[in-house]
Nanobody
Framework: QVQLVESGGGLVQAGGSLRLSCAAS????????MAWFRQAPGKEREFVAA????????YYADSVKGRFTISRDNAKNTVYLQMNSLKPEDTAVYYC??????????????WGQGTQVTVSS
């Protein structure tokens, strides 16, 4: 079992920045690929970014490429999502997820409870 707890969400103006954190506990964090997904009201959960267990490979949705950066610190059992140049359409609940295989679809084994990000125009 892996437990995931997100933090760092909040209200920010368009053009601003936020950094989300996801703290993991339980089984070996460094064995897992990690990802961020988001879900806006009335919409399906969508892929945002993913990172391999080593941190050497990263993947991004086209909508966030160049603005968001995913990273991880295996010594701290934490994955981050740095979000810059935020837009109102980035407003959503952001979820952290873990799986043994890195994918860009919501087929992850473990999920956090989510953290709300609201971007005002």
């Amino acid at each position: 079992q892996v437990q995931l707890v997100e933090s760092g969400g909040g209200l920010v103006q368009a053009g601003g920045s936020l950094r989300l954190s996801c703290a993991a506990s339980g089984r070996s964090f460094s064995s897992y690929a990690m990802a961020w997904f988001r879900q806006a009201p009335g919409k399906e959960r969508e892929f945002v970014a993913a990172i391999s267990w080593s941190g050497n490979s990263t993947y991004y949705a086209d909508s966030v490429k160049g603005r968001f950066t995913i990273s991880r610190d295996n010594a701290k059992n934490t994955v981050y999502l740095q979000m810059n140049s935020l837009k109102p359409e980035d407003t959503a609940v952001y979820y952290c997820a873990a799986a043994l295989t890195i994918v860009t679809t919501p087929e992850y084994d473990y999920w956090g409870q989510g953290t709300q990000v609201t971007v005002s125009s």
